[in-house]
């Protein structure tokens, strides 16, 4: 092998290694191709094992889509919040959870520290991401002092602006729209590592692409970076959550900026919810199937692991609050489920 083959195929492993993706058994990764058909993507036994599974985005211009909503890693009521969910995905089951549990009172302490939510200074559980955890402390500490039946209004407001159409929808927008800049410099920057970097070690040598070439990757990750960055601080304005590690990457690794939509749309995917987002990118048989198994896991949860009484009736009852939100979010959503127009109560 030349030292341009060895050149060529070590950009290469680099650069699909960052194509590679961990599906977690709390994400629903909507993956596309080319942005036109979408499917679901969800952790189980065929292709993975009991914590995950990998997935192959698209390697080739115009490099994929993809959005990662994750579940809720909690469930929350009137009266307590608790560190387990009854919602599955896939065919693996749940993560490992630990059922602890916190009542919403006057004096509860909450907070957090990065993604781990805080309970009177203990963690209680690690919510995946600073924004949720923040998101999740902001609500906790604004009904802990009201009665129950604030608690509960607010809690429904909380899944109806999460599970809210129109904004989805905007949001989604806004994601595609940035990412059109983003991806036409990631596909150019394709065509320059993949097929001119190439051609110009086999035609002048490795030592004058390393050269030329090596400049152009630099320059085009650093285009990259700037569309990035300032996508980043438009949307998430209050949040430093990866940023200069992520341009610090795609600087010292200029293979990596290829993937950089992806960072886009992963970073979007923390403020979106699986249901309406699988309402509005899904089409056809797939939608109906899998918006039917979403909201039958809602409405009749396998509790295979027996939690204390406490903790099933919280999750019963954030269950029940998203079906009530989410039908009242897309009506034709109630074809898929009987029990759409039940109460609260326990």
């Not at 009521?77 to 089951?93: D, F, H, K």
């Not at 996508?231 to 993937?259: I, N, S």
């Not at 990118?281 to 406490?310: I, N, T, V």
């Not at 903790?311 to 109630?334: D, Y």
Request: aromatic share 8%; with cysteine; glycine share 8%.
């Amino acid at each position: 092998m030349s030292d341009g083959e060895r050149l060529l195929l070590f950009l290469a492993l680099i650069y699909l290694s960052g194509c590679l993706l961990w599906v977690d058994r709390r994400t629903v990764l909507l993956a596309s191709g080319l942005g036109r058909r979408w499917r679901v993507v969800v952790a189980d036994y065929l292709w993975g094992n009991s914590s995950g599974r990998l997935f192959l985005l698209n390697p080739l211009p115009p490099l994929g889509f993809l959005f990662a909503p994750r579940l809720m890693p909690v469930s929350l009521s009137p009266s307590s919040i608790v560190a387990y969910n009854a919602q599955t995905v896939g065919n693996s089951g749940r993560p490992p959870q630990s059922g602890r549990t916190a009542a919403i009172e006057p004096g509860a302490a909450f907070s957090c520290e990065g993604p781990e939510l805080m309970v009177d200074g203990r963690p209680f559980c690690d919510m995946g991401d600073a924004w949720t955890a923040r998101t999740l402390v902001a609500l906790l500490n604004r009904i802990k002092g009201c009665d129950e039946a604030a608690r509960e209004r607010a809690i429904l407001e909380f899944w109806t602006e999460r599970l809210d159409v129109r904004g989805t929808k905007e949001r989604l927008r806004a994601t595609l729209e940035a990412c059109r800049q983003e991806r036409l410099a990631c596909s150019l920057a394709f065509f320059l590592f993949f097929v001119v970097l190439p051609l110009l070690s086999f035609r002048y040598g490795v030592g004058a692409a390393v050269l030329a070439g090596g400049a152009a990757m630099i320059a085009s990750a650093a285009i990259i970076c700037v569309l990035y960055h300032s996508f980043h601080r438009r949307h998430f304005p209050d949040a430093g959550e990866g940023l200069w590690g992520d341009l610090a990457k795609m600087m010292l690794c200029p293979p990596t900026a290829l993937r950089a939509c992806d960072l886009i749309m992963e970073r979007m995917s923390v403020r979106l919810d699986a249901l309406p987002l699988a309402a509005l990118l899904l089409s056809g048989a797939d939608r109906e199937s899998f918006l039917k198994g979403y909201l039958a896991d809602l409405e009749e949860p396998a509790f295979p692991d027996d939690p204390p009484d406490a903790v099933r009736e919280t999750c019963l009852w954030q269950n029940r609050a998203i079906v009530k939100t989410g039908v009242a979010a897309i009506p034709w959503l109630k074809r898929f489920t009987h029990a759409a127009e039940c109460g609260m109560a326990s």
